[in-house]
């Protein structure tokens, strides 16, 4: 992850499961969630990305999607387009 303040690279844990054209948006507490992708199909499997390590959570209701953009809201909630 680059940290803004200082244009330096910091590590982050793996994620669980290997993903591309995946979605990704970071949280007001900093942590990153990781939505959707490919991965020999697509994925509905999403994970948060913490300081602590890597932690799986429910699946995308609507099922698997990729290549889709996220944004994070004021109210705490991820809207996905």
Known sequence: ML???TLLWTERPSLLEGRCA???VRLGDGSVL???G???GELASVEALTAVGTA???PLSS???YDLATAARA???VLLL
Do not use: H, T, V
């Open 22 to 24: 995946l979605s990704c």
């Open 38 to 40: 490919y991965g020999g």
């Open 3 to 5: 940290r803004a303040e």
């Open 56 to 58: 799986a959570l429910p």
């Open 34 to 36: 990781c939505l959707g």
């Open 63 to 65: 099922g698997g999607r």
């Open 75 to 77: 109210d705490g909630s």
